[in-house]
């Protein structure tokens, strides 16, 4: 197991950019896949990214190529999303998620067995 905590979410402006930040403890970061997923109010809970466990592959969900990449650092134990060109539709609560190396990048949350808290982030149009 383990326990991951988000930060970096806020308010910004549509056309602006933030750096969500996963930090991971309590397990061994590099056995572990790193999703990212959102939950925008009165919508179910949608993947956004998720990223290998040595960053050989990545994955991101149509409507976020070009605009989100997502990052991680074994050594610090850390996963990222940089987020540019922010839209108002990506308003929404942000959650890490991590998943048994084995399974590569998956987009399915039932796949994670492992979740942070989440944070919020807000675009303004």
């Known amino acids: 197991q383990v326990h991951l905590i988000e930060s970096g979410g806020g308010l910004v402006q549509a056309g602006g950019s933030l750096r969500l930040s996963c930090a991971a403890s309590?397990?061994?970061?590099?056995?572990?896949?790193l999703g990212w997923f959102r939950r925008a109010p009165g919508k179910e809970r949608e993947f956004v990214a998720a990223?290998?466990?040595?960053?050989?592959?990545?994955d991101y969900v149509d409507s976020v190529k070009g605009r989100f990449t997502i990052s991680r650092d074994n050594k610090k134990n850390m996963g990222y999303l940089q987020m540019n060109s922010l839209e108002p539709e990506d308003t929404a609560v942000y959650y890490c998620?991590?998943?048994?190396?084995?399974?590569?990048?998956?987009?399915?949350?039932?796949?994670?067995?492992?979740w942070g808290q989440g944070t919020q982030v807000t675009v303004s149009s």
């Open positions: 998620a991590a998943a048994p190396w084995r399974l590569g990048v998956p987009a399915k949350a039932d796949y994670y067995d492992n």
């Open positions: 309590g397990g061994s970061f590099n056995e572990y896949a």
């Open positions: 990223i290998d466990w040595n960053s050989a592959r990545t």
